[in-house]
């Protein structure tokens, strides 16, 4: 489907910040008793190998479909915003280019397949990661009930058990009711008490309808040799930390731990039973490792260009995003409006391996509207127009409008490459 040129209103520039490119450094002194590097990496190899286990570079494996890329990263992050589409839906498209919104929808909620918990943030994950969370469960079960001190905890949760167990999978309002009528985190008694059971593991969340949570029984919807595969907590960890290894390719102790959420002590205990190798990668200053398959074979093939979503796992981390693209990124959604830089939900642009720009996107009805524009130089003008015309056939628009750009002539230079 052509997208017919678009049309330009109110366009006005605006001053955007400068990516700040991080300063090499001397590498920084392993621990005693941690290996010593075997490997030593260019930053330009650290940032393939990166792309290459994110699914970014290379053909895509469109037989594995959207399944396929939520196994290969481990974890898809959810959130509420919805502006181009929700993330768990951008996080596919960038990989596999446009697959159709409801079979992405699909693979994550129909069947058996995934479930949602917290890891980096909420997210959807693979089924076979349900054993790798226990040691959350248990924190969580140690920890004691969530945030409200519930009047009659137990026969709270009872009272969602036995209906769970009678009419199956429920929402919190099929239950009884979400919220109590006061702001967003005024949860009811059935809500807090079905949360709790989320975290401790009794109940389980294998897809929502109209963004709501179904819950059901964790016994009844996880696979059984899943449900019963009890891991202690080194194991749980050992094995998630491999996991955010093979995901990011190379990846410092911060990176490893933040991928879900660890503490960097965690990582400590686990690291060298990883199987993950010590690298050293120029212009790092701390140490790294690299899973062993990424660092065998040569990272090459086509670069894929597209918008990434802010919560995309290549760069939700904004320590690593700087160091291995000199991209600073900052979601804004939550910044006030006259304190913005880049726009609400600005979209990194990823062309020929590197990040170019952003563009802050909406829809007016059938049009794509680039609300704001930031190009990184003349090179990512063309990138940008094709991003933003394979973007709006995606979500079925037929125009694309930029409304602001940081640079008058690149402006203009992109309304011709759209034309």
């Known amino acids: 489907m052509s997208v017919p040129p678009p049309k330009v209103i109110g366009m006005t520039t605006a001053a955007s910040a400068k990516a700040r490119k991080p300063e090499a450094r001397k590498p ?15 930053a330009d190899d650290a940032r393939r190998l990166a792309l290459r286990a994110q699914g970014l570079l290379g053909a895509p494996d469109r037989r594995a479909g959207t399944r396929g890329v939520l196994r290969r990263l481990g974890a898809v992050q959810l959130d509420t915003i919805s502006v181009l589409a929700r993330s768990h839906e951008l996080v596919p498209y ?3 280019g446009a697959v159709g919104r409801g079979t ?14 917290w890891s980096h943030a909420a997210c959807i994950l693979p089924v076979e990661e349900w054993p790798l969370f226990a040691f ?12 409200h001190i519930m009047e009659d905890a137990e026969r709270s949760c009872a009272a969602v058990r036995d209906r769970l167990k009678a009419e199956g999978p429920l929402t919190a309002t099929e239950l009884g009711g979400a919220k109590n009528g006061g702001e967003w985190y005024d949860w009811s008694e059935t809500k807090i008490a ?10 389980v969340c294998t897809r929502r309808r109209g963004w709501k949570r179904v819950y059901d029984l964790a016994e009844r919807a996880v696979p059984d040799a899943l449900f019963h595969d009890d891991l202690d907590d080194a194991a749980c960890i ?7 290894g093979a995901a990011m390719g190379v990846a410092t102790r911060a990176d490893l731990a933040d991928y ?16 993950l190798v010590p690298v050293e990668v120029a212009g790092w200053s701390k140490p790294a490792w690299a899973d062993p398959a990424a660092l065998a074979e040569q990272p090459r093939g086509r670069h894929r260009t597209t918008l990434l979503s802010p919560f995309d796992s290549l760069v939700w981390d904004r320590p690593r995003t700087e160091r291995i693209f000199g991209f600073t990124h900052r979601l804004e959604a939550y910044v006030p409006k006259d304190k913005r830089i880049h726009g609400y939900f600005a979209m990194p642009l990823l062309a020929g391996g590197r990040l170019l720009g952003r563009v802050d996107p909406a829809r007016d009805g059938s049009t794509l509207v680039a609300r704001q524009v930031s190009l990184d130089g003349p090179k990512a003008v063309a990138p940008m127009a094709q991003a933003l015309r394979e973007a709006a056939e995606w979500v079925g628009c037929n125009a694309v409008r930029i409304e602001r750009c940081d640079d008058a002539k690149l402006a203009a230079a992109l309304i011709t490459a759209l034309e």
């Open 28 to 42: 920084e002194a392993l621990k005693p008793g941690v290996r010593g590097p075997e490997h030593r990496l260019s």
């Open 260 to 275: 879900h959420r660890l503490k960097g002590e965690q990582v400590d205990t686990v690291i060298d039973e990883t199987g």
């Open 136 to 147: 959350r469960r248990r924190a969580f079960q140690a920890r004691g009930h969530r945030w």
């Open 94 to 96: 960038a990989r596999l």
């Open 104 to 117: 992405v929808e699909a693979a994550y909620w129909s069947g058996d397949h995934a479930f949602e918990y």
């Open 238 to 244: 050992r094995r998630l930390v491999a996991q955010a």
């Open 194 to 203: 079905v949360e709790w059971l989320l975290d401790t593991g009794e109940v």
